[in-house]
């Protein structure tokens, strides 16, 4: 059973931005240990990046609010995804945290879903 709930894509997104944002990390660290250039010259370049990283973060909770109102009504009450939303919102300032969060709250919820029986 889907939901059809596109906030769902944001929760989605979340596991993936933070697998990103480690391997740059990494990546960026390397970039300055092999050629000595400055790491504020490397973050210029990947300001792009941590800023749409920054949006997905800020919005996890938010995206969970909501799909969560989704599945609720989908499972007929049987799903309370209210926890996994305020869980998130400390996840902002933690970021591997807000992943587990999401894989948490995505997991869980698709138990839901299949287990419905309407």
Do not use: C, Q
Not at 2 to 8: D, E, L, M, V
Not at 11 to 33: H, K, Q, R, S
Request: proline content about 4%.
């Amino acid at each position: 059973m889907s939901t059809g709930s596109k906030w769902r894509y944001v929760v989605y997104a979340m596991p993936v931005v933070t697998a990103i944002e480690a391997t740059l990390g990494l990546f960026l660290v390397g970039v300055v240990v092999r050629t000595g250039v400055s790491l504020t010259a490397l973050a210029v370049l990947a300001a792009p990046f941590l800023l749409a990283a920054l949006v997905v973060r800020f919005l996890l909770p938010i995206a969970i609010r909501a799909d969560a109102r989704v599945v609720h009504e989908s499972t007929g009450g049987a799903f309370d995804g209210e926890v996994y939303a305020m869980a998130a919102v400390p996840g902002v300032f933690v970021p591997v945290v807000d992943s587990l969060i999401a894989l948490r709250y995505l997991s869980r919820s698709r138990s839901a879903l299949d287990n419905y029986e309407e």
